[in-house]
């Protein structure tokens, strides 16, 4: 018999995954009633174009894939009648999407405004999922929206969605977005049991791996709780060397990697990593941040009677005196061009 302590967290989960991932407002009257839900080709259907393996085009109105079902349900626009196709035979599938209007999303997911993509994605967005182990064009939306989830705080929803896509699919693009993401959640929850053997179980990303500064960032993370701020640098010191273009990852970077030498009472390089912030991230709480640590560097540098410098200068006598007073910005610009290069080979070998 199953214990109460086992059945809660299951139960919780169906009550709040449909509530989290649709909204109130985008639950059925079946759910909203207590009545059981329908099958998944019951609850939705989508206009779809499939290009077949034979080179074949259908036009067709698809229907939503039970979990670890190999074929799809649909019906085909030139003539009548419900017929199955089996995934292993399609090549790619592009839904109409005239529910979202995917070029604002994408839009307002790259200018960070995270709560707008939700808004414009909850109870759409998650009947897609059926189809994430193939390739279409909802593919990288669903990875928009298990980030934007991310981004914005919703780390228990994060990882729910993140469920939701391992059951229809073992591998890929998304289930990869999933599985980084739901990781980064479990961190930020607190729940750090087990997480150095599921980082261990991510690949070591490449230069070129889109997740590779946020399995940096997760692994800087982990150190950090521990306090190992040894550890936690050099993953930090990698997103801002090798991804200095990602504002998600590269503000916090900074910021820590600023924390970090402030700590060391390396003060003339802590308040040009801070100036560095205002200018890369200008908008973000992470150069709030560095404003407020700034003044704390001042008070620390009079007390020590050392000069600090703005972003760019450095001071001779601590050129000689200590490495890690070198001009920052000198040192970040050999670190990028070592970083091209490594890039330039890369590819050379591909």
């Known amino acids: 018999m199953k214990t109460p302590q086992k059945i809660y967290p299951r139960l919780l989960a169906r009550v709040l995954l449909p509530v989290l991932l649709l909204g109130p407002g985008g639950m059925s009257p079946a759910q909203q009633s207590g009545r059981r839900q329908g099958r998944p080709t019951d609850q939705a ?127 890929g693009p998304v289930r990869k977005t999933a599985d980084v993401f739901a990781t980064l959640s479990t961190i930020k929850l607190g729940e750090l049991e087990g997480i150095e053997e599921r980082l261990e179980a991510l690949p070591e990303p490449s230069l070129l791996d889109p997740h590779a500064p946020a399995i940096w960032y997760a692994r800087a993370q982990v150190a950090l709780a521990e306090d190992d701020w040894e550890t936690a640098y050099v993953p930090l010191a990698r997103i801002i060397t090798e991804a200095p273009m990602e504002p998600a990852w590269v503000g916090e970077a900074l910021y820590l990697t ?14 040009q990593i801070c100036q560095e912030i205002m200018i890369v991230v200008p908008d973000s709480t992470w150069a709030t941040q560095a404003e407020a640590r700034m003044i704390n560097l001042k008070e620390d540098a009079e007390a020590l009677e050392i000069t600090l410098t703005e972003f760019g200068e450095f001071r001779e006598d601590e050129r000689q005196v200590d490495d890690a007073a070198i001009d920052y910005r000198e040192r970040q610009r050999k670190l990028r061009e070592e970083a091209a290069r490594q890039r330039l080979e890369e590819l050379d070998l591909n």
Do not use: C, W
């Open 258 to 271: 600023a924390q970090y030498h402030h700590s060391r009472t390396n003060l003339v390089v802590a308040n």
């Open 45 to 171: 259907q989508f206009e779809a174009r499939l290009l077949l393996e034979t080179g074949e085009i259908l036009e067709v109105t698809i229907r939503p894939r039970a979990a670890g079902t190999s074929n799809i349900q649909m019906e085909r626009k030139d003539r009548e009648g419900i017929f199955t196709q089996p995934v292993n035979q399609i090549q790619r599938l592009h839904f109409t999407l005239s529910d979202m209007d995917a070029d604002a999303i994408t839009q307002n997911y790259y200018s960070g405004n995270f709560e707008e993509v939700l808004d414009a994605m909850r109870g759409r967005i998650n009947p897609y999922f059926a189809f994430t182990d193939l390739e279409a064009n909802t593919n990288e939306l669903v990875e928009i929206f298990i980030r934007s989830l991310y981004h914005a705080g919703h780390h228990a929803v994060v990882r729910a969605a993140a469920g939701e896509v391992a059951r229809h699919t073992r591998q």
